[in-house]
C-alpha cells in the first residue's frame, strides 16, 4: 500500500488525511495545491515528505531517533512474525478490538506498530476501517505503508504529541510499545477502547538465561494500569499464554528482534543458541488489557 503514488492520488491518504495534524501547530494536514505529490502540508505552510516508499514523514526538525528499531531487528521480527509464532497474540488481539468498532467507517490507531502485523489482523477483521500505523523507525513505517491495502503509515514519536486530531481513533493498540497516557487519552474517541499487550513475567522464559535476555518485571501489568490512570480505566483483560517449537533461527531472531538487541549482537546470540534445542519449545506469554476513557 502507498499513501500517495505521484501524479496518482491513492484513495486511502483520502481516508487516512482527515485524521492528520501538523506536529508544530495542530492544523490540518492536506495536499499541496500546487503539484507536489510528494508532500503534505497544513494551512501555516508547514510541508512534510511523503516518501517514494509509502510513508508520511511527521517528525519536527530536530527530533531525536535513537531508539528507532534498525532494520536488522524489524527483518527479524518480520521472520517471527511471518513463521506464525506470535500468530495466537494476534488473533486475540483483532478478536477482541473487532468487537468494540462500529459498523460504519472508523480508525484503527497503532502507535509504535512496527512492521505493521498486528494492524493488518485487525483490519482483516474489521473491514469498515481505515489503520494508521505510528513509528519512529522510518524502516518501520516502509513496513507498515504495505502490511494491509487499507492502512496507512507515519514516522512519528509515540513520546511526543502524535499528529492525529483530538478523540479520532475508535480504536488504538500499543502492542510491546511504548505510550504516554495523556496522548493516548486524547487521541482516543469517547466511545474507543486503547488494546495494550504487554509481556508477562514468563514470556519467552526459556530463552532468558541461556540467550540473557533482559527479563520482565513482575509487576508490569499492575504499573501499567497505573500509569493509564485515570484517565484511561480497566475495561477487559486477557492473558494469553501457549508454547511455540522455535528453531534455532527464530530463537535468534526472537532475541534479536526486542530491547535485547541493543545489547548482544547476532553472531553471540547464534552462539548461545547453539546450546539449545533445534527445535526449542518457547512459552509466549502476554496481558491483553482493553481500557476505556475515564
Same mark, same amino acid.
Given at each position: 500500500?502507498?499513501?500517495?503514488?505521484?501524479?496518482?492520488?491513492?484513495?486511502?491518504?483520502?481516508?487516512?488525511?482527515?485524521?492528520?495534524?501538523?506536529?508544530?501547530?495542530?492544523?490540518?494536514?492536506?495536499r499541496?495545491?500546487?503539484?507536489?505529490?510528494?508532500?503534505?502540508?497544513?494551512?501555516?505552510?508547514?510541508?512534510?515528505?511523503?516518501?517514494?516508499?509509502?510513508?508520511?514523514?511527521?517528525?519536527?526538525?530536530?527530533?531525536?531517533?535513537?531508539?528507532?528499531?534498525?532494520?536488522?531487528?524489524?527483518?527479524?521480527?518480520?521472520?517471527?512474525q511471518?513463521?506464525?509464532?506470535f500468530?495466537?497474540?494476534?488473533?486475540?488481539?483483532?478478536?477482541?478490538?473487532?468487537v468494540?468498532?462500529?459498523?460504519?467507517?472508523?480508525l484503527?490507531?497503532?502507535?509504535g506498530?512496527?512492521?505493521g502485523?498486528?494492524?493488518a489482523?485487525?483490519?482483516?477483521?474489521?473491514?469498515?476501517?481505515?489503520?494508521?500505523?505510528?513509528?519512529?523507525?522510518?524502516?518501520?513505517?516502509?513496513?507498515?505503508?504495505?502490511?494491509h491495502?487499507?492502512?496507512?503509515?507515519?514516522?512519528a514519536?509515540?513520546?511526543?504529541?502524535?499528529?492525529?486530531h483530538?478523540?479520532?481513533?475508535?480504536?488504538?493498540?500499543? &502492542?510491546? =510499545? %511504548?505510550?504516554?497516557?495523556? /496522548? +493516548? $487519552? !486524547?487521541? @482516543?474517541?469517547?466511545d474507543? #477502547?486503547?488494546?495494550?499487550? &504487554?509481556? =508477562? %513475567?514468563?514470556?519467552?522464559? /526459556? +530463552? $532468558? !538465561?541461556? @540467550?540473557?535476555?533482559?527479563? #520482565?518485571?513482575?509487576?508490569?501489568?499492575?504499573?501499567?494500569r497505573?500509569?493509564?490512570?485515570p484517565?484511561l480505566?480497566?475495561?477487559a483483560?486477557?492473558?494469553?499464554?501457549?508454547?511455540?517449537?522455535?528453531?534455532?533461527?527464530?530463537?535468534v531472531?526472537?532475541?534479536?528482534?526486542?530491547?535485547?538487541?541493543?545489547?548482544?549482537?547476532?553472531?553471540?546470540?547464534?552462539?548461545?543458541?547453539?546450546?539449545?534445542?533445534?527445535?526449542?519449545?518457547?512459552?509466549?506469554?502476554?496481558?491483553?488489557?482493553?481500557?476505556?476513557?475515564?
Open positions: 500500500m502507498h499513501l500517495i503514488r505521484p501524479c496518482h492520488p491513492d484513495p486511502v491518504l483520502d481516508d487516512v488525511l482527515p485524521y492528520l495534524r501538523c506536529p508544530v501547530c495542530a492544523r490540518s494536514l492536506e499541496p495545491a500546487d503539484t507536489d505529490a510528494g508532500s503534505l502540508v497544513c494551512a501555516a505552510g508547514h510541508r512534510f515528505d511523503v516518501a517514494r516508499q509509502g510513508y508520511v514523514n511527521l517528525l519536527p526538525g530536530g527530533a531525536k531517533t535513537g531508539t528507532a528499531d534498525t532494520p536488522e531487528m524489524l527483518a527479524n521480527r518480520a521472520a517471527v511471518s513463521a506464525g509464532h500468530g495466537p497474540v494476534a488473533d486475540a488481539l483483532a478478536a477482541q478490538v473487532a468494540h468498532l462500529p459498523a460504519e467507517p472508523a484503527v490507531l497503532d502507535v506498530a512496527g512492521t502485523y498486528y494492524l489482523n485487525v483490519l482483516d477483521k474489521a473491514p469498515q476501517a481505515v489503520g494508521l500505523a505510528l513509528d519512529i523507525s522510518k524502516h518501520a513505517a516502509r513496513r507498515a505503508a504495505r502490511s491495502p487499507r492502512a496507512g503509515a507515519v514516522v514519536d509515540a513520546w511526543q504529541p502524535l499528529p492525529v483530538d478523540k479520532c481513533a475508535r480504536a488504538v493498540l500499543n &502492542v510491546f =510499545a %511504548p505510550r504516554t497516557a495523556p /496522548e +493516548l $487519552a !486524547r487521541v @482516543l474517541h469517547e474507543g #477502547v486503547l488494546a495494550v499487550v &504487554v509481556p =508477562a %513475567p514468563d514470556h519467552l522464559t /526459556e +530463552l $532468558a !538465561r541461556p @540467550l540473557g535476555l533482559l527479563r #520482565v518485571d513482575d509487576d508490569k501489568a499492575a504499573d501499567l497505573q500509569g493509564l490512570a484517565s480505566v480497566p475495561a483483560e486477557q492473558h494469553v499464554q501457549y508454547v511455540t517449537r522455535m528453531t534455532r533461527e527464530d530463537v531472531a526472537v532475541a534479536g528482534m526486542g530491547p535485547s538487541a541493543w545489547h548482544t549482537d547476532a553472531a553471540s546470540l547464534a552462539a548461545r543458541a547453539a546450546s539449545l534445542p533445534d527445535p526449542t519449545p518457547v512459552t509466549v506469554s502476554v496481558h491483553l488489557m482493553i481500557f476505556r476513557p475515564g
